[in-house]
């Protein structure tokens, strides 16, 4: 099955600064979500992005699927923004296949 | 639009014990899918629907049973409850798996 690994596995930051979170897999993908998972344990979409490039806000990402990666940048971190964030991708019938995720605290 | 609702959110169960956790959707999804999230990881495949009367297994399927008669609603049974079924549960809907998926809130449940 499709590999999916998340760098870096942890990651503390001051309120205000900029983060980027990368996500590599192994094969060819026609799905790629971005989650975060908040505290109480609510997943989050925040983008679906099998290529391409999107914002929303503070946060943004990139798919480069002939390179089998994505990146999420978010930037002014905020409190509110710690929790795990996921990369998840499909080729098919099969679901998503998650990674282990990146735990990222915000520390005021 | 409720969107994904999971019911109960928490339940304790003796090792042995069956259970059917409830998952329905109001957004005429057609894909709907169950997780398992354990401590430190992602989320696992457990079972899948690809419409009504359509079911097939993830990657973790064993000790769990599925059936779809409707096109809202997707039950996940746990035919007798181990310890190594302690685990938060996830249920999730799309139009079809290549397309954005929605996650209900989730059951934690606890086999002891």
């Known amino acids: 099955g499709i590999q999916v690994e998340q760098s870096p596995p942890d990651l503390i930051l001051q309120e205000g600064a900029n983060s980027t979170l990368r996500c590599n897999f192994s094969?060819?993908?026609?799905?790629l979500q971005w989650f975060h998972q908040n505290p109480w344990g609510q997943l989050i979409n925040l983008f679906y992005i099998p290529s391409g490039t999107k914002q929303n806000g503070r946060l943004s990402a990139t798919t480069v699927a002939t390179e089998r990666y994505s990146l999420l940048y978010i930037s002014s971190s905020q409190t509110t923004d710690s929790g795990v964030y996921f990369c998840?991708?499909?080729?098919?019938?099969?679901?998503?296949?998650f990674g282990k995720g990146t735990h990222l605290i915000i520390q005021p | 639009n409720a969107g994904v609702t999971q019911t109960p959110k928490f339940q304790v169960l003796k090792t042995g014990q069956s259970m059917t956790l409830q998952c329905a959707q109001d957004m005429n999804h057609e894909y709907m899918s169950w997780y398992r999230q354990d401590p430190g990881m992602g989320l696992r495949l457990i079972h899948y629907s690809v419409g009504a009367g359509i079911t097939d297994q993830g990657e973790v399927p064993n000790g769990y049973n599925v059936s779809r008669s409707t096109t809202e609603d997707f039950p996940l049974r746990l035919l007798s409850a181990a310890p190594s079924q302690t685990s938060v549960y996830f249920c999730?809907?799309?139009?079809?798996?290549?397309?954005?998926?929605?996650f209900g809130p989730g059951t934690r449940l606890t086999v002891t």
């Open positions: 998840a991708v499909g080729g098919g019938a099969d679901g998503l296949t």
């Open positions: 094969d060819s993908v026609n799905n």
């Open positions: 999730a809907s799309s139009y079809s798996s290549t397309l954005e998926q929605y």
